[in-house]
């Protein structure tokens, strides 16, 4: 069966460094989706992705995320400056689209566990 | 945005009883309403979902039964089993819930 992948599984980093992590979506997936969740809390949306551009972003999605599709298959989350508070785990989903506007089925990556130090 | 209120927070029920959780919604432009199933270490996963042209649908012990009057969705778990023991989110639109922590003891 089809399925999402993310790598890596756990990245360190030190606050002000760079990371990106990586998702490779359901391969005729339309919509892309990266979410976050602190530890024992809510997923929280940050961006979704549609035909090469965001679609839309939640407050959290601010300028030192970007996120990128470099070719048919990847699709990045860049976080160019972390913080403390960015640690967390973040989640790749995405949805076939085809009848988006009648559901949102998306399907989840294992996550990448962030911990910034 | 959104905002999806889910109760309770947790919930521990006996092995054999009946689990359930409930989701307030707003307004919404998108009749689609999922719950997804969240193990330990593992990313959410779709357990069922529900479109308002019904009011109730069952899939094995898993039940959502809708009230679009209310703006209230429910997950009914019947004979609740140690491996139900998971977080619960429904959803609206990209907007989770709080989830709901389930263990079920045995």
């Known amino acids: 069966e089809p399925e999402v992948t993310q790598t890596p599984s756990h990245q360190v980093t030190q606050m002000g460094q760079e990371v990106i992590l990586r998702c490779v979506p359901i391969?005729?997936?339309?919509?892309f989706y990266w979410y976050r969740q602190i530890l024992g809390q809510k997923v929280e949306f940050l961006v979704s992705?549609?035909?090469?551009?965001?679609?839309?972003k939640s407050e959290i999605f601010d300028d030192q995320f970007s996120v990128e599709r470099p070719d048919g298959s990847n699709f990045t989350l860049k976080i160019r400056s972390t913080k403390l508070e960015d640690s967390a785990m973040y989640f790749c989903?995405?949805?076939?689209?085809?009848?988006?506007?009648?559901?949102?089925?998306?399907?989840f990556g294992p996550g990448t566990r962030l911990t910034v130090t | 945005q959104q905002q999806v209120k889910q109760s309770p927070q947790s919930l521990i029920v006996q092995k054999g009883g009946i689990s359930i959780i409930n989701c307030a919604y707003e307004?919404?432009?998108?009749?689609?309403f999922p719950w997804y199933q969240q193990f330990p270490g593992k990313g959410p996963a779709l357990l069922i979902a529900i479109r308002p042209d019904v009011s109730e649908k069952k899939e094995g012990r898993f039940t959502i039964s809708f009230n679009k009057s209310a703006k209230q969705f429910s997950l009914h778990i019947m004979d609740s089993q140690p491996g139900d023991s998971a977080t619960y989110f429904c959803v609206k639109e990209l907007v989770f819930g709080k989830g709901t922590k389930l263990t079920v003891n045995p």
């Open positions: 989903a995405s949805m076939d689209g085809t009848h988006r506007d009648l559901s949102y089925e998306q399907y």
């Open positions: 992705f549609y035909n090469n551009e965001i679609s839309e």
């Open positions: 307004n919404t432009a998108f009749d689609y």
């Open positions: 391969s005729n997936h339309l919509y």
